[in-house]
């Protein structure tokens, strides 16, 4: 439908109900109407000059740029853009001493959808918050608020990583110094106990933990020392500090035991254990 400018509207409105300002001293003027919601809204605009306008969110659902403050004229700019069939649905406008609001009749006859103050005197006014372009410009503010907030947020939890990533290097490397230096000492011990030894010079080096190639190395040949495996029917796959076994065994109890050795490993951190059983020969 084409929608003809506000001021005509108004024009054709006048033309077929009184709603001529009411003087100052008789707020609330009484005022009956129905109509399509946009002719409602422009009779509360004409009648009461210094109104305010509230949406029941429980009736027309939340409204991202505020339910409360809001001329009737704004109102009307807001469903031309968010819902302008909103406009052209029955509603009845009732100001009177019990009832004061707009009324969507498909929606509820008990709820309004819109709540009014008139501008009585002695009625307090709820603070007028601006029209579509500047609860739009106040929406677009608080999402960049926001925005910013995030973005400080995450840059915080990235540098909290990095230090506590720098914190666990630094650990793990005094683990490993302090490791070296017990294995050095418990190799000095057995020496000690010999009578007539009066000092010991300790040049042992004692290794890290083994790369993924000496760590596969030594998997292999501890499987093959172990009794209880056949290490010809496994295969070894190294994955940093993981490693996967394969292959076919005889029994439960062997495939655990190939576990175990491997769990046995220095350097081994999880284990992924895919050996098959077969009873077959």
Same mark, same amino acid.
């Given at each position: 439908?084409?929608?003809?400018?506000?001021?005509?509207?108004?024009?054709?409105?006048?033309?077929?109900?009184?709603?001529?300002?009411?003087?100052?001293?008789?707020?609330?003027?009484?005022?009956?109407?129905?109509?399509?919601?946009?002719?409602?809204?422009?009779?509360?605009?004409?009648?009461?000059?210094?109104?305010?306008?509230?949406?029941?969110?429980?009736?027309?659902?939340?409204?991202?740029?505020?339910?409360?403050?809001?001329?009737?004229?704004?109102?009307?700019?807001?469903?031309?853009?968010?819902?302008?069939?909103?406009?052209?649905?029955?509603?009845?406008?009732?100001?009177?001493?019990?009832?004061?609001?707009?009324?969507?009749?498909?929606?509820?006859?008990?709820?309004?959808?819109?709540?009014?103050?008139?501008?009585?005197?002695?009625?307090?006014?709820?603070?007028?918050?601006?029209?579509?372009?500047?609860?739009?410009?106040?929406?677009?503010?608080?999402?960049?608020?926001?925005?910013?907030?995030?973005?400080?947020?995450?840059?915080?939890?990235?540098?909290?990583?990095?230090?506590?990533?720098?914190?666990?290097?630094?650990?793990?490397?005094?683990?490993?110094?302090?490791?070296?230096?017990?294995?050095?000492?418990? =190799? &000095?011990?057995? /020496?000690?106990?010999?009578? @007539? !030894?009066?000092? %010991?010079? +300790?040049? $042992? *080096?004692?290794?890290?933990? #083994?790369?993924?190639?000496?760590?596969?190395?030594?998997?292999?040949?501890?499987?093959?020392?172990?009794?209880?495996?056949?290490?010809?029917?496994?295969?070894?796959?190294?994955?940093?500090?993981?490693?996967?076994?394969?292959?076919?065994?005889?029994?439960?109890?062997?495939?655990?035991? =190939? &576990?175990?050795? /491997?769990?046995?490993?220095? @350097? !081994?951190?999880? %284990?992924? +254990?895919? $050996? *098959?059983?077969?009873?077959? #020969?």
């Amino acid at each position: 439908m084409e929608q003809r400018p506000i001021q005509e509207q108004q024009k054709a409105l006048e033309s077929r109900v009184d709603i001529r300002r009411a003087p100052p001293s008789s707020y609330p003027w009484p005022l009956q109407l129905t109509e399509p919601l946009q002719i409602s809204l422009l009779a509360v605009a004409n009648r009461y000059p210094s109104h305010s306008v509230d949406m029941n969110e429980a009736v027309l659902g939340l409204q991202p740029l505020g339910a409360e403050g809001w001329r009737a004229l704004d109102l009307i700019e807001l469903l031309q853009h968010t819902a302008p069939e909103l406009l052209h649905e029955e509603s009845r406008l009732e100001v009177t001493t019990q009832r004061r609001g707009i009324y969507l009749l498909e929606l509820s006859e008990q709820l309004p959808a819109f709540w009014l103050h008139c501008g009585e005197e002695g009625e307090k006014m709820p603070d007028y918050r601006g029209g579509l372009a500047s609860r739009q410009a106040e929406q677009m503010q608080e999402r960049d608020k926001k925005m910013v907030k995030l973005l400080d947020r995450v840059i915080y939890l990235e540098t909290v990583i990095e230090e506590l990533q720098c914190t666990i290097r630094d650990q793990a490397r005094v683990i490993e110094q302090l490791r070296r230096q017990l294995a050095t000492r418990e =190799a &000095e011990r057995p /020496v000690e106990r010999f009578s @007539g !030894v009066r000092g %010991v010079s +300790n040049l $042992i *080096v004692v290794r890290s933990h #083994p790369l993924s190639g000496d760590l596969k190395q030594q998997i292999e040949q501890a499987l093959v020392r172990n009794a209880q495996t056949d290490a010809q029917g496994i295969t070894v796959e190294v994955q940093g500090s993981k490693v996967i076994l394969r292959g076919t065994v005889r029994s439960y109890a062997e495939k655990q035991a =190939a &576990e175990e050795v /491997v769990r046995s490993a220095l @350097g !081994v951190g999880q %284990v992924d +254990n895919r $050996i *098959v059983i077969s009873l077959r #020969p």
